[in-house]
């Protein structure tokens, strides 16, 4: 997938860099368990992503409706999980930040 897959990768570098914040500002149980769940969500997704994308092209190449509706939707799940983990950051990183 991060070979292929130019979204993940940034999603690899996000997901390292919150790592990175999450030792920074010594996170909590709790808090790491939220972040690590977030990071696993928005990985899980853009392999289903994927796995749609490449089963679709396999069944036809060709332009057809219901492929493309099929491939916005589980595009559009990776975009659903990617903005609950930033808003999930948000709330654990933006008060540290601020204090």
Request: glycine fraction near 4%; hydrophobic fraction near 65%.
């Amino acid at each position: 997938m991060l070979k292929e897959e130019h979204n993940a990768r940034i999603h690899l570098l996000a997901a390292v860099g919150v790592v990175l914040l999450g030792f920074y500002f010594s996170l909590s149980s709790l808090e790491w368990v939220a972040v690590l769940l977030c990071i696993g969500f928005v990985f899980a997704m853009e392999l289903l992503n994927s796995a749609i994308e490449a089963l679709a092209d396999f069944v036809s190449v060709e332009h057809q409706a219901l492929i493309k509706k099929a491939k916005d939707m589980a595009a559009a799940a990776v975009l659903v999980a990617a903005l609950v983990a930033f808003v999930v950051g948000l709330l654990i990183f933006l008060p540290k930040i601020i204090s």
